[in-house]
C-alpha cells in the first residue's frame, strides 16, 4: 500500500500579526500545503485571536486550503461568515456544542468541507456517529488556546484508535499542538495526515527559514511514514 501523503498546515497564530498578509504569502510560497487559521473567542479557550474580517483581508494572499480552525462557543451563527470570507475548511470543536451532527451538516451546505476538533481529554468515541460527516477529524495534542506548549504523548493512542475507527473513509487525521520534526515521526506513524505547526514553522522569520522548517518536519514525517510501511 502506498502510504498517503503527509501534508504540512502552518498556524499563522506564530507569524507576525502586523505584517500577516505578507507571512501567509511567505509561508506559502517556503511550501505550505494549507494555511492554518486559529479563532479563539475568550470562552470557549482562554484566548481572543481574529473573526472572518481578518480571513477575507488574508484570502488575497494565498490559494491554498484555507484551514479554518474554530475554537468558539457557539460556533453554528458564525459558520456562514467564515464561508463567504474565504474558509475552504471549517473544523469545530466536539465540545462546544450540544449539535454536533447539526453544526456539520450546516458547514457542508454551505459547500465547504467539515471538520471536528477534539480537546485532549475528549474520547474518539464522541464522534463515532457522525464520521458519514466528516471530511476532517482534528485530534488537539495540547490543551486549545495558544502556540508553543509541549506535545502530550498519550495523544498517540488516541491517534492510532482514531485511524483504526476511520477505516477506508477518505477523511483526514489532523494533529495540532507541539509538533516539530522531533513529534512529527511519532504522529504520523500513529496514523495522522495533516500536521499543523505554529512555532516550529514561523522561527526565523524569513522565507527560507520557513522552507526549512517545512521541509525538516515533512522529512521527518514521510521517513516514520515509509519505514513503518516497508
Ligand atoms: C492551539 C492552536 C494551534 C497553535 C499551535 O490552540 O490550535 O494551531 O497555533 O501552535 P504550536 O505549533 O506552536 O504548538
Ligand atoms: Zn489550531
Redesign the pocket.
Given at each position: 500500500m502506498r502510504p498517503r501523503p503527509v501534508l504540512i498546515a502552518p498556524?499563522i497564530?506564530?507569524s507576525d500579526f502586523a505584517r500577516l498578509g505578507e507571512e501567509v504569502r511567505t509561508v506559502d510560497e517556503a511550501g505550505a500545503d494549507w494555511i492554518?487559521l486559529?479563532v479563539?473567542d475568550g470562552h470557549f479557550?482562554p484566548?481572543i485571536t481574529f473573526g472572518p474580517p481578518i480571513v477575507k483581508a488574508i484570502r488575497p494572499a494565498s490559494k491554498k486550503v484555507f484551514d479554518v480552525?474554530l475554537?468558539i462557543q457557539p460556533a453554528d451563527p458564525y459558520l456562514e461568515a467564515f464561508a463567504e470570507d474565504g474558509a475552504d475548511i471549517i473544523t469545530v470543536h466536539a465540545e462546544a456544542g450540544p449539535h454536533l451532527d447539526r453544526s456539520l451538516q450546516a458547514i457542508r451546505a454551505l459547500g465547504l468541507k467539515a471538520g471536528v476538533s477534539l480537546n485532549p481529554a475528549t474520547p474518539e468515541s464522541a464522534i463515532e456517529y457522525v464520521l458519514d460527516k466528516l471530511d476532517l477529524i482534528l485530534l488537539?495534542?495540547?490543551?486549545?488556546?495558544?502556540?508553543?506548549?509541549a506535545?502530550i504523548p498519550a495523544i498517540l493512542d488516541k491517534i492510532a484508535r482514531t485511524r483504526g475507527m476511520v477505516g477506508d473513509r477518505p477523511i483526514h487525521i489532523q494533529v495540532?499542538?507541539?509538533?516539530?520534526a522531533k513529534t512529527a515521526p511519532l504522529v504520523a506513524a500513529a496514523g495522522a495526515d495533516v500536521l499543523?505547526?505554529?512555532?516550529?514553522?514561523f522561527k526565523g522569520g524569513t522565507r527560507s527559514a520557513y522552507a526549512a522548517n517545512i521541509a525538516a518536519i515533512r522529512d521527518a514525517a514521510e521517513a516514520a511514514v515509509s519505514s513503518a510501511a516497508a
Open positions: 498556524s497564530l506564530a492554518h486559529d479563539m479557550v484566548n480552525h475554537m488537539m495534542t495540547v490543551n486549545p488556546g495558544f502556540g508553543g506548549q506535545f495540532d499542538g507541539g509538533i516539530t499543523v505547526a505554529g512555532s516550529a514553522v
